[in-house]
C-alpha cells in the first residue's frame, strides 16, 4: 500500500472549535496520505486554537482564508483552495464533509478546477497509482459501488458523516502551522451574507451523538403522535428522530432527519416507529447496533434488519411502553 | 420577474432504479417523469412571480431521448416554456457534466432571469453537487438548502431562510442569484385539467450541444473522468424475531432495553 503524499480537508463549521465532521474526516485521512492538511476560515485567534485542537489528530498545516465575516464559506474556502492549486502547490486529494456547507465548497471547487467530485462517500481505500477507491452508496443505499478517478486530480470526494472514526494521534506536542491564504477577488459569487443566525433550542442529547434514538414515520397516523416519540427518546435519555416522508409533510423540522438527506445515527438502540424501511432511511440508520420496529405492516422491510419486530399500533403500543418503562423506573 | 427553474426528468420512484449493466451509469430507458424534488422548486418559483406582480418562468432540463413528460407537467403548474437538452453524448454525464450543461442552457435565456432555483439534490442521482457547481460556473452567489425566500428591495433582492446543522439562518442577497430548494417547504400546486391541455402548447425548445457550443469531450461519460469498478449489494442486515402485538408487545420491547441497558 502507497500512501499519497498530501491530503486536504475543507473544516466544517469554524466556531466553538473544529468539529466532529472535521475531525473524522482528519483521522480517516490520516490513513491515506503522509501529510494531512486543513483548510478553514475565522479570525486569528479561533484559526489558532482550532490549529492546536487539530495537530493532536494528525494534521500539520492549517491554511486559514481569514475572517470571512457574515459571508457563506464556500466560495472563499473554494476560492482559495483553487488559488494554492493552480499556483502548483496541489494536494492529491481534497475530502469535504457531505454537509450544507461542505457541498458548496466541493461543488464550487470542481467547477473551477473543472474536477469531478465524487459524492456519498462512505469508505475510502489505497488503491494501485497511488489512487483511493471511493465507496459510496447508490439507490439509497441499497446497493454500494466503488469508484476511482480516471484523470488528473486533485480528486474531491464528498465523504457522509461517521465513515471514519475521530481518533487523536499517539504522538504530541507535533507543531502546527498556521498559512494565511490570500484570496483572489469573488466578485458577485459572495453576495449573499447571513442577517441572522438562529439557533433551534434541543434539550437531551444531539441526534449524530446519541445513544438511543426514537425515531417516527408516516405509520406514525397524525403528526400529533410524534409526541409519543419524543416522549420516548427523553425517557431513554435519546434523541427523537424522523423520516424524509414526515419531514417533507411538515409534521417535524429538517434537523430531526435520519436518511440519505439528513443524519447518519449509528445508536446503541434505535427505535423505529411507524417507519416501513424504505432506502432513503435505512441508509442513515443501518449502522445502529439494536434495531427495535413497530408498525402495523407485517411485511414492511423494516423488519428485515429488526432485532425486535412489532407488528401493531404505535398508537396503542408507545402509550403503554411509556407507561411501562416509568414503572420500572 | 424571470426565475429559471432546473428539472429533473426522472425514471418514476415507483419503480426500483437500476444500472446499466454495459456501463454502469444510471439506467435512464424507462419513461421519465418530473423529480419530485424539482416541484417544490417550480413552486417557489411560480409564487415569487405572482408576489413581484409580473414576469415568467423558464424551465431547464437535460434528458435523453427527448423526453418532456415530466416537464408537461411542470409547465402545467404555470412555467411558461422549457429548454430542453438532449443528445446522445450525454450519456454517463457527471455532476459536473450536468451543471455544464445547464449553465449554458442558462446563458441561452435572454434577458437573463433574476433568480435560479434547483433542489438541494436529485431523488435518484442525489450528488448534492449540481446547484453549486452551477453557481460557480455562472458566477452566481447561491443559498443552498433554502426553506423560505421572499423578496426585497422591490424586487432587487432575496431574503433567505436557509437550513443548517442547529437551526437556520438568515441571509439577504441582491439578484441576480442561485437558490437551492428543500423539498417539502411549500405544498406544489395540482394542475387543473386545463392547464395539463393547455400546457401541451406550450413552447419546449430543444437544444444540442453543437448548439450550446458545447464540447462532448467535456460532458457525458468521457468528461466524467471517473470508473465504477464494481458494484455489490449491500451488506444485509439479519433480522430477527417478528411478533405479532397482541396486547404484551411493549412489555418485550421493555425487557429488551433492559437487557441492553438503556433503562
Known amino acids: 500500500m502507497t ?37 478553514t476560515w475565522g479570525d486569528e485567534a479561533t484559526v489558532a486554537s482550532s490549529a492546536d485542537v487539530l495537530g493532536g489528530y494528525g494534521v500539520t498545516r492549517v491554511y486559514s482564508v481569514g475572517d ?65 477507491v471511493a465507496e459510496h452508496a447508490i439507490f439509497g443505499g441499497a446497493q454500494s459501488a466503488t469508484s476511482q478517478f480516471t484523470g488528473p486530480g486533485p480528486g474531491i470526494f464528498v465523504v457522509r458523516d461517521k465513515t471514519f472514526e475521530a481518533r487523536p494521534t499517539e504522538v504530541s506536542g507535533v507543531p502546527v502551522s498556521v498559512v494565511p491564504v490570500e484570496v483572489a477577488e469573488l466578485g458577485r459569487t459572495s453576495a449573499a451574507q447571513v442577517v441572522s443566525r438562529h439557533v433551534e433550542t434541543q434539550e437531551g442529547p444531539k441526534l449524530d451523538e446519541a445513544t438511543v434514538v426514537v425515531s417516527g414515520g408516516r405509520g406514525l397516523g397524525s ?46 438502540v434505535y427505535i423505529a416507529c411507524g417507519i416501513s424501511g424504505a432506502t432513503q432511511h435505512m441508509v442513515g440508520m443501518k449502522g445502529a447496533r439494536h434495531v427495535i420496529a413497530i408498525n402495523t405492516d407485517r411485511d414492511a422491510p423494516i423488519f428485515g434488519i429488526a432485532d425486535l419486530g412489532v407488528v401493531g399500533d404505535c398508537g396503542v403500543v408507545l402509550p403503554r411502553l411509556i407507561e411501562s418503562l416509568r414503572a420500572r423506573g | 420577474m424571470k426565475v429559471a427553474v432546473c428539472a429533473k426528468q426522472i425514471p418514476d420512484q415507483a419503480n426500483p432504479a437500476k444500472l446499466d449493466p454495459l456501463n454502469r451509469t444510471l439506467d435512464r430507458s424507462d419513461r421519465l417523469i418530473l423529480d419530485e424534488a424539482d416541484s417544490y422548486g417550480v413552486e417557489v418559483a411560480l409564487r415569487l412571480v405572482e408576489q413581484a406582480g409580473g414576469g415568467d418562468v423558464t424551465l431547464v432540463s437535460m434528458a435523453p431521448r427527448g423526453e418532456t413528460g415530466g416537464l408537461r407537467t411542470a409547465l402545467a403548474m404555470g412555467a411558461a416554456g422549457a429548454l430542453l437538452v438532449s443528445d446522445d ?19 441561452s435565456i435572454s434577458p437573463s432571469p433574476d433568480l435560479v432555483l434547483t433542489a438541494t439534490e436529485s431523488t435518484d442521482g442525489y450528488t448534492g453537487t449540481v446547484p453549486a457547481q452551477l ?39 441582491t439578484l441576480p442569484a442561485l437558490v437551492s430548494v428543500t423539498a417539502g417547504v411549500v405544498e406544489p ?40 469498478t464494481g458494484v455489490v449489494a449491500a451488506e444485509a442486515r439479519q433480522g430477527g424475531e417478528v411478533i405479532v402485538d397482541s396486547g404484551d408487545a411493549h412489555e418485550r420491547i421493555a425487557d429488551l432495553l433492559q437487557q441492553l441497558k438503556v433503562i
Open chain 2, 135 to 173: 453557481a460557480e460556473l455562472l458566477d452566481l452567489p447561491s443559498i443552498t438548502f433554502a426553506k423560505r425566500i421572499e423578496l426585497e428591495g422591490g424586487g432587487t433582492s432575496i431574503r433567505v431562510w436557509r437550513q443548517t446543522e442547529s437551526g437556520h439562518d438568515e441571509l439577504c442577497c
Open chain 2, 189 to 228: 400546486r395540482y394542475p387543473s385539467y386545463r392547464a395539463i391541455v393547455a400546457a401541451k402548447a406550450k413552447p419546449i425548445t430543444q437544444l444540442s450541444l453543437a448548439e450550446l457550443g458545447i464540447s462532448p469531450d467535456a460532458v457525458g461519460a468521457a468528461g466524467a473522468r471517473q470508473v465504477v
Open chain 2, 89 to 107: 453524448d450525454l450519456g454517463g454525464s457527471d455532476a459536473l457534466g450536468t451543471a455544464k450543461v445547464l449553465a449554458a442552457a442558462i446563458r
Open chain 1, 3 to 39: 500512501l499519497l503524499d498530501r491530503v486536504w480537508v475543507a473544516a466544517e463549521s469554524a466556531t466553538g472549535g473544529p468539529s466532529s465532521a472535521t475531525l473524522e474526516l482528519v483521522s480517516g485521512a490520516r490513513g491515506l496520505g503522509k501529510v494531512v492538511e486543513l483548510f
Open chain 1, 223 to 268: 403528526p400529533e403522535r410524534y409526541a409519543l416519540v419524543e416522549e420516548l427518546a427523553a425517557l431513554l435519555h435519546g434523541a427523537p428522530g424522523a423520516t424524509r416522508a414526515i419531514v417533507d409533510a411538515g409534521w417535524v423540522a429538517y434537523s430531526h432527519q435520519v436518511g440519505q438527506t439528513g443524519k447518519t445515527v449509528r445508536p446503541t
Open chain 1, 68 to 132: 470571512i465575516g457574515p459571508a457563506l464559506p464556500g466560495p472563499r474556502v473554494a476560492s482559495g483552495m483553487a488559488g494554492l492549486i493552480w499556483a502548483g502547490d496541489s494536494p492529491d486529494v481534497v475530502l469535504v464533509g457531505a454537509t450544507y456547507d461542505g457541498r458548496d465548497v466541493a461543488g464550487r471547487l470542481s467547477a473551477k478546477l473543472d474536477r469531478p467530485t465524487i459524492t456519498n462517500v462512505v469508505g475510502l481505500a489505497e488503491a494501485e497509482g497511488p489512487r483511493l
